[in-house]
């Protein structure tokens, strides 16, 4: 456990003034919810467009209020490719965002009284007055270079304009080095190209589709799983590899349910047998890739008997499963997953899929992997932004070469006491991420908090980052506000609009108003010359032709694609690569002096009466974002820990009784957990949803509900590549009642 800091832990609940607060009556007109319309009622209904926050799919839908302005439902909007008309149960959840009260409701700034911190209630003037002197004194002192933002979600791009109007560049969001970035630079060192959000895989065109532990069902990526039911239907052949019987694996025709963390021998294996067996696409291969050569001499001893002694998997079902993608290629997709940073040498195996796809040939091929199109809409005038003397990269000292975008957690280092280098962080802004329950290693992460002169964190929960912030900023829900348009690359190009349903409860507001506030108090008042963001908005529209009143109606625009979805036969074409072909064998990785060429290398495995410890997410739930959404609590209230019925039995565990568990490090979790015996786990792990056991008191309805999963990874094993944080090489025992069991 970490040392008492100087930023305790504060419990905004326990707040002096609060309860005043709560106790106006005039902050109770804002009725919240849903509510049941009587049949008939529908014609009154008003309708106003937007795209859902609770995860980022950010499908587009309307909110639909009553005749008298109550908020009802919130459903897709018909028109929008991330839905197709349909909200997952999350986003129909949504309002449960708007509706639940133990949301932030007033700015709050940390004070010393009689000797303990507190948070005081502010009004905005004081709030933002004291952030814009403290950060004019880190910029006089550090340079402006010296504040670093973290943010996940809409809010984030104001933030962003207002940190490059400051003169700082040092922007980072976990969806790079927690989640997606191995991805990233696995392909963009195969095709020269990223996958980025949606992904672009032609799924409903797909004859085979290969999922590498990517549980899509329980991963909700809504029009994804569209897709993959109709497949489904279409009895088209899923491959699913997973430690865990997922949803996914339930519905494949091949479950491979294999040893963790030696993915990488199975699919070097599958490379083998593509090209051993000529199952390749020769022709593909032939005219787009480089480095065929070095690859079959590489894989040449990487045969399914030797995967299999690695995997436990049989290497009659790796061959077989090996010729159901060669059947189906080019419409096979091996899909490359989302939450990629599992074991710290993830960029080689995200290398490993992409060379696989591209064998294939099913990079840019129907029922493959789809060109997707995008469109832009031009920016709101405002002065050049100001160059930044350094950045993020140069304060990695030469680590993480191929990393293609911002790594949070090198950002967390730079901030961190141990950091040596001259470039060091002294100011966070954290916009919409829990950073402690987001980047593993927590204590770590509070270490580096703790070294700072000023964060500020922007929330619309008290969730438990904010217990860390010196200043605490209520933002609005995404139903009360206006943001930044969803662009983004899909099969044709589509804008969505989101505009406020009604008016900001409490006294929150949007990130907008924060930072036009917070840049004329820093001078940067240029930079945000518009009286109200409906001005910004309608500006861009009139750009492409459109106008804010003509989006609110539609609220999604689509536009005709400019490029081909797929590669033409014989198409000639140059890949960003440094060779300009698909690289089967890296040119970049060599010279930045990794592998070209994946291989597998053996990871630890639990020690004797431990497990390893496995997380996934709930189709219910986002993160810890939801856990306390009245209506998604209602559907799961928390997660539950799968254990082996072999290893159950060892124990004397049965269904439903409370465990703690204790990992390597000997962290023991805070809360119990619920034990579900089930067969369809491995016996070397447990498996829990992650996102529970808030350690918050004021988030009323998820505090102490199961296990934070983060709490209990402690050994992290860093990408070398890009600076990915692999997350899947804990173990845990069952501890009860504080007590160690005997096995
Ligand atoms: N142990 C473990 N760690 C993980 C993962 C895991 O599975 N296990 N998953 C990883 C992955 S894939 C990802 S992408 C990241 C996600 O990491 P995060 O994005 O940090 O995830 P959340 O925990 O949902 O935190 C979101 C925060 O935004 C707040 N919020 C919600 N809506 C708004 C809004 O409209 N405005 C503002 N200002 N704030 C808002 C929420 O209250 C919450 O505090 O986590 C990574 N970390
Ligand atoms: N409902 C819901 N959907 C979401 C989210 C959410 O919070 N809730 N978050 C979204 C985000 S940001 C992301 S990044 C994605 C994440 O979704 P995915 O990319 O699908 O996440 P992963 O963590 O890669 O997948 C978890 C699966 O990996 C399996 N697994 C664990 N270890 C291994 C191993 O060694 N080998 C193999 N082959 N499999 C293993 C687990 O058993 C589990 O089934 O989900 C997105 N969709
Ligand atoms: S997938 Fe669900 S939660 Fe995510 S944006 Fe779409 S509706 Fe919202
Ligand atoms: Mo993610």
Redesign the pocket.
Known sequence: MSKKNRRDFIKISSLGAGGLMLANPLLNTLKAGTKSLHVGDEYKVKKVPT??E??????A?WVYKTKDGDLWKIN?NEEDL??NGR??P???G?LGMYSDPDRLKKPLIRTTVDGKQVYKEVNWNQALDFISMKMKKIKKEHGAESMALFKHGSGGKHFGNLFKAFGSGNITAPSYAQCRGPREAGFENTFGSAINSPEPTDIKNAKCMVLIGSHIGEN???GHIQEMSDMIDQDAVIITVDPRCSTAAAHSKYWMPIKPATDLALLMSWIHVLIYEDLYDKKYIEQYAFGLEELKQHVKDMTPEWASEITTLDADQIRRTAKEMAMAAPATIVHPGRHVTWYGDDTQRLRAIAILNALLGSWGRKGGFFFPDKTGLPSFPHPAYPKPEWSWKDTLNGKYPLAGLSVSNALIDASHPSYEGEHKIKGWFVVGTNLITTVPNTDYTKEAIDNLDLVVVVDTMPMEITGYADVVLPECTYIERFDYSRISPHREPQIAVRMPATEPKYYSKPAEWMVKRLGTRLGLKDYFNYETFDEVLDWQFRQVGSSLAEMRKKGVMTLPRKKPMYLAEGEVKTFKTPTGKIELYSKAMEAAGFDPMPKYTPHAQPPDGFYRLNYGRAPMH?FGRTANNPKLNELMSENKLWVNPKEAEKWGLTNGQEVFLKNQDGVVSSFPIKVRVTERIRRDSVYMIHGFGHSRKDMKRSFGKGINDTELITNVKVDPVMGGTGMRENFVTFEFNGKEAIS
């Open positions: 795209y859902c609770v995860c980022f799919w950010k499908c839908g897709g991330h839905c909200f997952c999350r986003g129909t949504g909700m990526h809504n986002t």
